[in-house]
């Protein structure tokens, strides 16, 4: 079992930062893959990045560049840096684990980015 709990979540202006915090837990090194999703309303949730064990990411292509996953093995937290932030990306973030047997989602952290 896994619990993930997210934080950092907020009002901020287009241009700016927000830096999101998943705090699991448990180990996540022995969490096969951890990752960030978003969904704005009437939108399908999208993949924002991914972390593997091995440290290994992945990202959204127009996310490239502007936001970046990370983690810290002994806070048992994975990070989502966010910058130059607009409009678009107001959404509700969500973590989500992926062990070999189940998979844990967070309960979200709305960000709303104004213009």
């Known amino acids: 079992q896994v619990q993930l709990v997210e934080s950092g979540g907020g009002l901020v202006q287009a241009g700016g930062s927000l830096r999101l915090s998943c705090a699991a837990s448990?180990?996540?090194?022995?969490?096969?893959?951890m990752a960030w999703y978003r969904q704005a309303p009437g939108k399908q949730r999208e993949l924002v990045a991914s972390i593997r064990s091995g440290g290994l990411t992945n990202y959204a292509d127009s996310l490239k560049g502007r936001f970046t996953i990370s983690r810290d093995n002994a806070k048992n937290t994975v990070y989502l840096q966010m910058n130059s932030l607009k409009p678009e990306d107001t959404a509700v973030y969500y973590c989500?684990?992926?062990?070999?047997?189940?998979?844990?989602w967070g309960q979200g952290t709305q960000v709303t980015v104004s213009s």
């Open positions: 448990r180990i996540i090194f022995s969490i096969d893959r």
């Open positions: 989500k684990a992926t062990t070999s047997i189940n998979i844990y």
